[in-house]
C-alpha cells in the first residue's frame, strides 16, 4: 500500500478508506497502515476490504485497530 503524500492532507479531507486487491478473500492492511489509520483519521471512519469477487467487508479504524497506541498514551 501507499500511504505517502497523506500530510498534506487534513483529516477532514477524508471520508472512508478503501483497501481492495486481486484475491478471493479481502486483504487486510498491514500494521504500519493500521497505525497511519490510527494517527490520520478518526477513530469511527469506516474501512472498507475489498477482493476479486466484489465482495466488500466494512470495519471502523477503532475496530480494525483494536487497543491503538496513541499519542495520547505516550
Known amino acids: 500500500g501507499y500511504l505517502g ?9 477524508f471520508q472512508a478508506i478503501f483497501v481492495a486487491s486481486h484475491t478471493k478473500k479481502a486483504i487486510s492492511p498491514c500494521s504500519l497502515c493500521r497505525q497511519v489509520f490510527v494517527e490520520f483519521f478518526p477513530e469511527n471512519m469506516p474501512v472498507y476490504l475489498g477482493n476479486n ?10 475496530a480494525l485497530v483494536p487497543y491503538a497506541f496513541e499519542s495520547m498514551d505516550m
Open 53 to 62: 469477487m466484489q465482495e466488500i467487508t466494512t470495519f471502523t479504524v477503532g
Open 5 to 13: 503524500g497523506i500530510n498534506s492532507h487534513r483529516k477532514a479531507d
